[in-house]
């Protein structure tokens, strides 16, 4: 970090108060803006349309019960926030925005590490298991959750598709039926678990800890599969489909669909084994976005964003077939406070040394 950690500051971090929601606005507008010497996420930075700010603007606004949002507050004035969604259906917290801008005598570094302490304290004491971030790789971001005892496990390009042209046309049921595109269902969790372990190296499978039982709840609540992008879900109508093999009692593919309800792009999440195709499921994803859109925002005025990790080839490059193309470059940090314990496993037993006397 380039700024000192011993450095000793006035400041304090409390928990924020329904009053300070118009400087919370504007702080987390000030940390997109270049030049302005305060520290983001930058998740991503693509233009204004789709900005930090436009994405989760006053902090407040989808705050629930269960989530966490502090500040730092230095001579009276807000000069940091970090918000943190906590999962209602598993231990596992979320930081989705750290912002700072550092008064005088004080750098955004010092009050960010500060903050980041804080949730850490705080999930301790309620139990947390994991801590997950996602950040742009620049403004000591990767460094600074590093520090904290993040460890980063992947990378996710996060793709946009601009209004123009528009949304391709909803699908019939008959071209539905066709390439075997149907609804997941909460029986389908084995089969899209399946699906998420072919698709993902073993390495990240152990990190994130999904189970069988994750893959059954369904809806606004679904988290999985993670990406950097799922908080915009909070303001999304969510649906997710899955694709079916032509071939084995198997699914090929699925699609996360979120339909936005606030001044959002929409969402598409996609994820396929490597030998299948997944531009039909792209298409079939964004006629449904055009079909549920507000009439008003039948070619939406905030496009389209898709978050793919940088292993699920070729999704990639079928979202660029679709008109999508790569406006940010994302690292995914985890924190663990579990410890592994090896699973107890049969072994050979050993031979006894009174045994080789006597047989001998």
Same mark, same amino acid.
């Given at each position: 970090m380039t700024e000192a950690r011993s450095a000793r500051t006035g400041g304090k971090v409390r928990a924020a108060r329904l009053t300070d929601l118009p400087a919370l606005g504007e702080l987390s507008r000030l940390s997109q803006t270049e030049g302005s010497g305060a520290r983001s996420l930058g998740l991503p930075v693509g233009g204004p349309a789709i900005g930090v700010f436009s994405l989760?603007? @006053?902090?407040?606004?989808?705050? $629930?019960?269960?989530?966490?949002?502090?500040?730092?507050?230095? =001579? /009276?004035?807000?000069?940091?926030?970090?918000?943190?969604?906590?999962?209602?259906?598993?231990?596992?917290?979320?930081?989705?925005?750290?912002?700072?801008?550092?008064?005088?005598?004080?750098?955004?570094?010092?009050?960010?590490?500060?903050?980041?302490?804080?949730? @850490?304290?705080?999930?301790?004491? $309620?139990?947390?298991?994991?801590?997950?971030?996602?950040?742009? =790789? /620049?403004?000591?971001?990767?460094?600074?959750?590093m520090q904290a005892g993040f460890a980063r496990y992947g990378e996710e390009r996060v793709m946009y598709r601009p209004p123009e042209p528009p949304l391709p046309e909803p699908w019939s049921e008959d071209r539905q039926v066709e390439h075997r595109i149907r609804q997941a269902k909460t029986v389908d969790a084995i089969g899209l678990h399946q699906l998420y372990c072919s698709a993902t190296p073993a390495p990240v499978q152990r990190l994130e800890g999904f189970r069988i039982p994750d893959w059954e709840r369904q809806g606004s609540q679904w988290r999985v599969p993670r990406s950097s992008m799922a908080p915009i879900l909070r303001f999304a109508d969510i649906d997710t489909w899955v694709q079916e093999s032509p071939s084995q009692p198997r699914l090929d593919a699925l699609v996360q669909v979120g339909v936005a309800r606030e001044d959002q792009p929409h969402y598409l999440r996609v994820m396929a084994r490597q030998e299948a195709d997944p531009g039909p499921l792209i298409d079939f994803g964004m006629g449904l976005i055009a079909s549920r859109a507000p009439r008003a925002d039948r070619n939406p005025n905030h496009g389209v964003i898709a978050p793919v990790r940088t292993y699920?080839?070729?999704?990639?490059?079928?979202?660029?077939?679709?008109?999508?193309?790569?406006?940010?470059?994302v690292t995914l940090l985890l924190k663990e406070l579990l410890a592994r314990v090896a699973d107890p496993a049969l072994v050979p037993a050993a031979v006894r040394p009174w045994e080789v006397t006597r047989g001998s």
């Open positions: 989760f603007r @006053l902090p407040l606004v989808a705050f $629930r019960p269960h989530d966490l949002l502090y500040v730092y507050e230095f =001579d /009276g004035h807000v000069a940091g926030l970090v918000r943190a969604e906590r999962e209602s259906w598993k231990d596992d917290w979320t930081i989705v925005e750290l912002d700072a801008i550092g008064p005088a005598g004080q750098g955004p570094g010092e009050i960010r590490y500060r903050l980041v302490q804080q949730i @850490l304290r705080e999930g301790q004491k $309620r139990g947390a298991t994991r801590f997950h971030a996602a950040c742009s =790789d /620049g403004d000591d971001n990767v460094e600074l959750f699920e080839s070729p999704t990639d490059r079928r979202l660029e077939d679709a008109g999508f193309g790569e406006i940010a470059m």
